[in-house]
């Protein structure tokens, strides 16, 4: 039986991008002889002009149905003044929360042939590989009460619940600590357990699991030195376990020690094997309908859909190295331009991959 990726292109440059890794896929497909069907739905601003509502139902049922979801990007100025719980950015967060998605993997990889992009001397980057497992379905962004109420003296006050639950802190680290097994044997969980009672409970509960893994060497840091450390010295992280909020602050401090935020992939996972795929960056609508967008990150998400839900390491494989070769060559998006490189656009680059796949 095919398997099924569901295609959801978003706003701004998020399908300027993701038609870019369609072209990737259908290269892969073809060579090595994959089984996948790809169908597309709206999702984010896009859906809200044409269904009044950022997630239909028709898109969360497809979603629902697929082994993947290849996920561009959602949000833009169009829709900033629509309320909270109609914003394009409620369509990604109900797929994350509906799905259960809970463990967002964001590696940070900084590509040789982009050390002189970075935002950071060469010497501190040089060979950076860091996994950020950010948990994706609880904390700030989820926690209730929330809202905004006018108090008795006709003020109003805006307020949000930072909760976790035992059960959650413990998944996202049993994720976190499979993962640091597999590469460097670090973990270094980020909080605020300092002031916040939920982060306490967090650092506790992670230290308490420190015993069945002790092939991982676990470290504790709270979040405001984590994010100095980033730019300070980042090779001393290996894996990096946080909350949701941390986790979204810090992988895009991370992304700049890659050379920019458009080489950033991730991962949203579930206790299946079912994901969803997507960059770390935004729909940048100062860049949008311009060809100027750069997209790897969402190439890279590809790669990491075949390598997660579908199983397929060895095209996985080839689009890393296909994106590796394309920057041997000196071709770059505007965002990691640097002297003596041949500037491309968004198609450019994504037909280069392209060309070095088949
Ligand atoms: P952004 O990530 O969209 O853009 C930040 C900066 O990075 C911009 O200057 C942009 O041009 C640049 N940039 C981002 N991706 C790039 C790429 N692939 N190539 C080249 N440059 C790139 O963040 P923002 O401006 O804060 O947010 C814009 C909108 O995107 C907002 O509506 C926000 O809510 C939404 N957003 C969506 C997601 C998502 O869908 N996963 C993630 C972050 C932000
Ligand atoms: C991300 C984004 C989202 C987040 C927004 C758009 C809801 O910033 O995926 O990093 O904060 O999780
Ligand atoms: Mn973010």
Not at 81 to 86: E, F, I, R
Not at 190 to 206: F, G, I, P, Q, Y
Not at 256 to 274: D, F
Request: hydrophobic share 40%.
């Amino acid at each position: 039986m095919s398997r099924q990726i569901l295609c959801l292109p978003g706003d701004g440059i998020g399908p300027e991008i993701v038609t870019e890794a369609l072209k990737v896929l259908d290269t892969v497909k073809e060579r090595f002889s994959l089984d996948i069907e790809v169908s597309h739905a709206l999702v984010g601003g896009a859906a809200i002009d044409a269904e009044g509502t950022p997630l239909p139902a028709e898109t969360l049922k497809l979603a629902k149905q697929s082994d993947a979801i290849l996920f561009g990007a959602v949000g833009g100025p169009k829709w900033d003044d629509q309320p909270m719980t109609n914003r394009p950015e409620k369509g990604l967060l109900g797929l994350r929360s509906e799905l259960d998605l809970f463990a967002n993997l964001r590696p940070a990889i900084l590509f040789p042939q982009l050390a002189e992009a970075s935002s950071l001397k060469a010497g501190l980057v040089a060979g950076l590989d860091i996994l950020i497992v950010r948990e994706l379905t609880g904390g700030i962004y989820f926690g209730e009460p929330r809202g905004v109420r006018t108090l008795e003296n006709g003020e109003r006050e805006g307020y949000n619940t930072y909760v976790y639950r035992e059960s959650e802190i413990k998944r996202i680290a049993k994720v976190a600590f499979e993962a640091a097994q597999k590469r460097n044997g670090q973990l270094c969980s980020v909080d605020k357990s300092n002031v916040l009672e939920v982060t306490a409970l967090w650092r506790e509960l992670v230290s308490g699991m420190a015993d069945d893994y002790r092939d991982v060497e676990l470290s504790h840091m709270y979040v405001d030195n984590a994010t100095m450390q980033l730019v300070r010295k980042p090779k001393q992280f290996d894996v990096i376990v946080t909350g949701n909020m941390f986790g979204d602050i810090l992988s895009d401090c991370a992304a700049m020690l890659t050379g920019s935020i458009g080489m950033l992939p991730s991962a949203s996972l579930n206790e299946k094997t079912q994901g969803m795929y997507e960059p770390v960056h935004g729909s940048a609508p100062d860049i949008a309908g311009q060809g100027k967008a750069n997209p790897l990150a969402q190439i890279l998400s590809l790669a990491m859909l075949l390598r997660y839900s579908l199983g397929e390491m060895a095209a996985a494989d080839a689009i890393e190295q296909a994106v590796g070769d394309v920057l041997d060559q000196g071709l770059r998006t505007g965002d990691i331009a640097s002297e003596g490189c041949r500037l491309v656009s968004t198609a450019q680059m994504g037909d280069a991959v392209v060309n070095c796949l088949q």
